[in-house]
Every structure is written in structure tokens, then in C-alpha cells.
């Protein structure tokens, strides 16, 4: 059996086995001059914020040959990311999947960061990167979008070689009428949406391959 048609095979019984959510995401990169516009057209189009600003921290694992970045970055499907999330003071183990029809993600809270941790798709797998950055949360009841700025970029196991970046990420995350809320962003949002990945992104941005 091919390698990909195996990995394909163990994604879908681990979606099955466990309680996973599907959801649409669409995200936005834009510099940060444009944060404050992008906030206001969200309020005008009657936004509210979900929470206040927080500081969220999660190390992304990978294996010695780096295969989770390179399937991303190769679009191969599915395949998934592996990491863990400190947000709300609370630890959780997160797996977020990308398959051919959409994206699904399930967690769980755990009470400490484990040095590795076995995959049954990607084998052993260790943190390599660490993302940090302020999140804003922004909801209208049906869609809830989410506002990364001030990332950070670290080498897990060198905390001196860092990356700070210059642009910031609105994600938009729908989970119910998925069609609706997809018209919705292209015909309110004057913003092009982009395919973009923070833990690629810092892969690049420190040298790590």
C-alpha cells in the first residue's frame, strides 16, 4: 500500500474514531496600518467583541524530517498539525485535519507540555516552534472572527532566534449554514482572502528547514 493512501486511511479513522467539528476558515493578511479599518467595518456591520484581548502561546510539534510542514506546504491531503495551546490559562492538546471536503479540529485539555509526543500518522513528533501573539475575538451571533496581531516567531529549542512579524491575521471561522456565511465574507468583507499558515509561516521565517 502507498505511503500517502495509508497516511489517507489512519486520517479518516482517527476523524471518525474522535469527535471532530467542521468548519470553514478564511483568513485575511493584511499590515497592521489596516487593523483599525478592518475593526471598523466589522463594527459597522454590527460585530461585537466576543472576549477581550488575549495573549495565546502554541507550540507546534513536528517529526525529525519536518514531514507535518512539508505536507502543508505541498497541499497534500489530508494531513493535519499537531499542537499545544495555552489560552485562558488552560492547556489543551490540539490535531486540526485538512481533508478534501474542509477542515475539522479536536482538542482536548492536558495539564502539561509533553518533549514529544506519538503520532499514529507522523510517528514521533517534537516542539519545534513556538507562536505567540494578542487575539481579539469578534462575533454577530453567526460568524465569530478572530484578530491575531503582535506574533511572535521562536525556535523552541533556541529562544534566542526569534521572529517578529509585521502584519496581522482576521480569521473568519463559521460552523452552521457554511454556504451563507462564505456569501457573506465575499460580498461584506472588502478584503481578499488568502491561504495562510502561521506555523509554515514560522518554519520559513526561522531557518528551521
Do not use: W
Amino acid at each position: 500500500m502507498e505511503l500517502h493512501t495509508l497516511k489517507m486511511i489512519l486520517i479518516l479513522y482517527f476523524m471518525l474514531k474522535t469527535k471532530s467539528e467542521k468548519r470553514i476558515e478564511e483568513k485575511v493578511k493584511l499590515p497592521l496600518i489596516y487593523k483599525n479599518n478592518l475593526l471598523k467595518n466589522l463594527f459597522d456591520l454590527n460585530f461585537k467583541y466576543l472576549h477581550p484581548e488575549r495573549i495565546v502561546s502554541s507550540i507546534y510539534y513536528d517529526n525529525s524530517t519536518f514531514q507535518i510542514y512539508r505536507d502543508s506546504v505541498e497541499g497534500i491531503v489530508p494531513r493535519k498539525k499537531i499542537r499545544i495551546r495555552e489560552s485562558f490559562g488552560e492547556l489543551y492538546l490540539e490535531h486540526k485535519f485538512k481533508n478534501q471536503d474542509g477542515k475539522y479540529k479536536k482538542h482536548r485539555k492536558i495539564n502539561n507540555i509533553p518533549n514529544k509526543i506519538i503520532d499514529n500518522i507522523y510517528g514521533i513528533t517534537f516542539p519545534v516552534c513556538k507562536i505567540e501573539y494578542k487575539r481579539l475575538y469578534l462575533t454577530n451571533n453567526k460568524i465569530r472572527i478572530t484578530v491575531d496581531s503582535n506574533l511572535k516567531y521562536q525556535n523552541y529549542r533556541n529562544s534566542f532566534s526569534n521572529y517578529n512579524v509585521s502584519f496581522f491575521i482576521a480569521e473568519f471561522k463559521m460552523y452552521n449554514n457554511l454556504e451563507i456565511s462564505k456569501n457573506f465574507i465575499d460580498s461584506k468583507i472588502n478584503f481578499t482572502s488568502v491561504k495562510f499558515s502561521k506555523y509554515d509561516d514560522a518554519i520559513k521565517k526561522l531557518h528551521l528547514v
